[in-house]
Antibody, heavy 123, light 110 residues
Framework: EVQLLESGGGLVQPGGSLRLSCAAS????????TSWVRQAPGKGLEWVSV????????YYADSVKGRFTISRDNSKNALYLQVNSLRAEDTAVYYC????????????????WGQGTMVTVSS | QSALTQPASVSGSPGQSITISCTGT?????????VSWFQQHPGKAPKLMIY???ERPSGVPDRFSGSKSGNTASLTISGLQAEDEADYYC??????????FGGGTKLTVL
């Protein structure tokens, strides 16, 4: 069974940092681009970042560029999101999601989702 | 990267059909045949219902269908069932490996 399991969320002060993790199982992790998508409480979904299957290419939403860094360790079937300089508006559930086919899968970028990890930015 | 525009809410009775619209621009919805739709029940992760405008993943009932005309995509649910009550989000590829979501539509089954 294809599964994604996020961890690493928590309460952090403004300006602080966290490292989110996503453990993948049930598929050839290195073959699929994988993204982070977030959802603020009571709000809609927002794409955050994507990384290619090899890890060689990364892209970010303007709202997080320069503050967040996506990475992956294919030997560990793990995806990461380093979140720095956190702001109140970064408070959200952070989901990882895999593409539906190998390569970039532009029209099917979020095939399977994890259950999410909550990040709360507050003093 | 402005959010796509969806109606805040739609409703329908069991057995009826409803359509949710998703309006973007020529830089996203209108520029690519890469629209997807997601269903989200309260407290749950989103679930892919439609990809590539009108393709259904295995396991998704054929009551769900997608289409696109110009800068507007649509999700149609026919034969509404109580379990279809949820939030629905559209998403479009927006170029240079970026994606944009709609604001979401709350579907109420009366």
């Amino acid at each position: 069974e294809v599964q994604l399991l996020e961890s690493g969320g928590g309460l952090v002060q403004p300006g602080g940092s966290l490292r989110l993790s996503c453990a993948a199982s049930g598929f050839t992790f290195s073959s699929y681009a994988t993204s982070w998508v977030r959802q603020a409480p009571g709000k809609g979904l927002e794409w955050v970042s994507v990384i290619s299957g090899t890890g060689g290419s990364t892209y970010y939403a303007d709202s997080v560029k320069g503050r967040f860094t996506i990475s992956r360790d294919n030997s560990k079937n793990a995806l990461y999101l380093q979140v720095n300089s956190l702001r109140a508006e970064d408070t959200a559930v952070y989901y990882c999601a895999k593409a539906g086919s190998t390569g970039w899968s532009k029209g099917n970028a979020f095939d399977i989702w994890g259950q999410g990890t909550m990040v709360t930015v507050s003093s | 990267q402005s959010a796509l525009t969806q109606p805040a809410s739609v409703s329908g009775s069991p057995g009826q059909s409803i359509t949710i619209s998703c309006t973007g621009t020529s830089s996203d919805v209108g520029g690519y045949n890469y629209v997807s739709w997601f269903q989200q029940h309260p407290g749950k992760a989103p679930k892919l219902m439609i990809y590539d405008v009108g393709e259904r993943p295995s396991g998704v009932p054929d009551r769900f269908s997608g289409s696109k005309s110009g800068n507007t995509a649509s999700l149609t649910i026919s034969g509404l069932q109580a379990e279809d009550e949820a939030d629905y989000y559209c998403c479009s590829y927006a170029g240079t490996y970026t994606w944009v979501f709609g604001g979401g539509t709350k579907l109420t089954v009366l």
